[in-house]
């Protein structure tokens, strides 16, 4: 599950789904199965 959260940031930086904020901006990406969850989280700066 770390590697579908992962895919799910880096998907925001290819998709560039932040490219109109600004200051610190903080991203997560969170995978799913059944009751589990993971979630992997990154702090960017612009």
Do not use: C, P
Not at 8 to 25: N, P, S, T, V
């Amino acid at each position: 599950m770390k590697t579908v959260a992962d895919n799910a940031i880096e998907q925001i930086f290819k998709l560039r789904y932040f490219a109109d904020l600004r200051g610190e901006i903080q991203l997560y990406g969170i995978a799913t199965r059944q009751t589990d969850a993971f979630v992997s989280y990154r702090k960017i700066y612009r």
